[in-house]
């Protein structure tokens, strides 16, 4: 009898597959098959290794419970999740772009006031955030439901601290006014870690690779007829712009946040120290 070979497995995996009824499922487990097949035969594992990989899989599902998503920031510092996220990209002209929507989203935020300050108690440098939504002929659009959500000058989010069940900060659902636009004070977003104390963290490590994300805003705005949008804005100046650990930069995203002295800011607040103020417009792709 002649030895099976590598190619000849190869082929039957792909062919067992071959009779899967819908079309999507047949491909997509083909590709897997080919694909994998493909990387074990370049990396040609050790028995030892392989397993130590199927390990490292299942410490990264024991480390999920619901606070904490382990396969996402798996997909993430591995730039899967930005690859999603930009073949989808719709490409229309003037269109704002995306980026990763990240574990620390609330689906559904506290809703709050044009104006409010959602940085509740918050350390840090206020930052004034004056963003329009417009279609991608820079008409508005009105009624827009904008969700804002920050960590903060500690680097972390709301759900990453011990607030009381329901209690949120640093995050809000906002509905654009008449021209579009929402406003709000916030603080201005420092660098921080993705949670590193996982086997993420570990790969990470043993890769000589640093755990840390550019300050930044996240946006999550749907409008009636249009694309949800999920993006970022990030302050110019940051030292992790350029080696962001999940790859979510995108230049266009990067904006200089203006200074302001001391006196009356926005909102009547009168300010005893400096602040910021961001200022952007989001045009949204038809749906
Ligand atoms: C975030 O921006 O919140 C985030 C995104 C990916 C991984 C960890 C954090
Ligand atoms: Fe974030």
Redesign the pocket.
């Known amino acids: 009898m002649n030895a099976v070979t590598p190619e000849q497995i190869t082929r039957s995996a792909l062919a067992s597959f071959a009779g899967a009824p819908d079309e999507r499922t047949r491909e997509v487990s083909q590709a897997i098959v080919k694909h994998l097949h493909a990387f074990v035969a370049e990396v040609d594992p050790s028995p030892e290794e392989w397993m130590g990989a199927l390990e490292f899989l299942t410490r990264v599902g024991q480390k999920c419970t619901p606070a904490r998503q382990e396969f996402?920031?798996l997909s993430?510092?591995l730039g899967v999740?930005m690859l999603v996220d930009t073949l989808q990209q719709p490409g229309d002209d003037g269109v704002t772009e995306s980026t990763?929507?990240?574990?620390?989203?609330v689906e559904e935020p506290p809703v709050a006031e044009q104006g409010a300050n959602i940085a509740r108690g918050e350390d840090g440098i206020p930052l004034w955030i004056d963003v329009q939504v417009t279609d991608n002929a820079g008409d508005p659009l009105p009624g827009a439901v904008v969700d804002i959500w920050e960590?903060g000058a500690d680097g972390l989010?709301d759900v990453q601290r011990d607030l009381p069940d329901g209690e949120y900060d640093l995050r809000g659902r906002f509905r654009a006014d008449g021209e579009g636009r929402v406003k709000c004070w916030a603080v201005v977003p420092v660098s921080?870690q993705?949670?590193a104390d996982g086997p993420v963290g570990d790969l990470l490590a043993a890769t000589g690779r640093h755990p840390w994300?550019p300050g930044?805003v996240?946006f999550k705005i749907a409008a009636e007829g249009f694309a949800p949008l999920v993006t970022?804005l990030f302050p110019s100046g940051d030292p992790y712009l350029e080696s962001d650990?999940?790859f979510?930069v995108k230049p266009s995203l990067v904006i200089d946040l203006a200074e302001h002295g001391t006196g009356e800011a926005p909102e009547g607040r009168q300010m005893d120290r400096t602040w910021k103020s961001l200022s952007y417009t989001f045009a949204l792709s038809r749906a």
């Open positions: 996402i920031l993430d510092v999740s990763v929507l990240g574990p620390f989203y960590g989010y921080y993705v949670p994300r930044h996240h970022h650990a999940v979510g």
